[in-house]
C-alpha cells in the first residue's frame, strides 16, 4: 500500500467552477498534511498546509483533514485559468519522511 | 525564495559511471530531502537527513547513497547510474519535522 494515494485524475473543470482534489493516507499517526502545486517543469510549491481535524480556508483554497479517515482534500472555488496545474498531498509522518502523492493534474477551461 | 540551490541543474551521463548531486541550502534548515519525479509517480523520496550524518532511505533508496557532513550541503550519490535512474531530482528543505518544505530547482539527469 502506498503512503500516500491521491484521485488519479486528470479533472477537467470549467471557468469559475469547484475543483475537488482527495488523497489518502496510510500511517494513522501523520500529523502534518500539505497541498503542493507544480506547474510543467517547474519546482513543487506550497499552496496549503492543515495540521488540525476540519477545515481551512485561504483565499480561493479549502483544506478539510479528517484523521479518522485518513483522509486530506483540497477544494479550489472559483476555478482559474491560472491554476492549471498538478496537485501533489504531502503527508508528514511520525518518522519524519515527508511523502507523496502521484499528483492529479487539474485543467480548467476557459 | 528559499535559499536552496541544486547543481547541476542538467546532466548526461553514461550507463555505469558515478554521478553526485549536490544540494546547498542557506537556511539552516535541519530536514533534507532527496526526490525523484518520473511521470505517474509524482515525487518519490529517495533518502532524507534529520541532521548532520544523520539519515536515512526513503521509498526507492536502492542504487542511491547520501551524505550530509554539515548543515548546508546534502549529497545524492548513484554509484553506478544505470538508465533507470533517468529522472528529475529534486531536493527539499524544511525547518522542523512537520513543517512545510521547500524544494529546489531540481536536476534533470539523463543516463545514456
Known amino acids: 500500500q502506498k503512503e500516500v494515494e491521491q484521485n488519479s485524475g486528470p479533472l477537467s473543470v470549467p471557468e469559475g467552477a469547484i475543483a475537488s482534489l482527495n488523497c489518502t493516507y496510510s500511517?494513522?499517526?501523520?500529523?502534518?498534511f500539505f497541498w503542493y502545486r507544480q506547474y510543467s517543469g517547474k519546482s513543487p510549491e506550497l499552496i496549503m498546509f492543515?495540521?488540525?481535524?476540519g477545515d481551512k480556508e485561504d483565499g480561493r483554497f479549502t483544506a478539510q483533514l479528517n484523521k479518522a479517515s485518513q483522509y486530506v482534500s483540497l477544494l479550489i472555488r472559483d476555478s482559474q485559468p491560472s491554476d492549471s496545474a498538478t496537485y501533489l498531498c504531502?503527508?508528514?509522518?511520525?518518522?519524519?519522511?515527508?511523502?507523496f502523492g502521484a499528483g492529479t493534474t487539474v485543467t480548467v477551461r476557459a | 525564495d528559499a535559499g536552496i540551490t541544486q547543481s547541476p541543474r542538467h546532466k548526461v551521463t553514461e550507463t555505469g559511471t558515478p554521478v553526485t548531486l549536490r544540494c546547498h541550502q542557506t537556511?539552516?534548515?535541519?530536514?533534507m530531502y532527496w526526490y525523484r519525479q518520473d511521470p505517474g509517480h509524482g515525487l518519490r523520496l529517495i533518502h532524507y537527513?534529520?541532521?548532520?550524518?544523520?539519515?536515512d532511505k526513503g521509498e526507492v533508496s536502492d542504487g542511491y547513497s547520501v551524505s550530509r557532513s554539515k548543515t548546508e550541503d546534502f549529497l545524492l550519490t548513484l554509484e553506478s547510474a544505470t538508465s533507470s535512474q533517468t529522472s528529475v531530482y529534486f531536493c527539499?528543505?524544511?525547518?522542523?519535522?512537520?513543517?512545510?518544505?521547500?524544494f529546489g530547482q531540481g536536476t534533470r539527469l539523463t543516463v545514456v
Open positions: 504531502a503527508v508528514n509522518s511520525r518518522d519524519y519522511k515527508l511523502s
Open positions: 500511517d494513522r499517526g501523520s500529523q502534518s
Open positions: 492543515i495540521y488540525s481535524n
Open positions: 537556511e539552516n534548515h535541519r530536514y
Open positions: 537527513s534529520y541532521g548532520v550524518k544523520d539519515t
Open positions: 527539499a528543505i524544511a525547518t522542523g519535522q512537520g513543517t512545510e518544505a521547500f
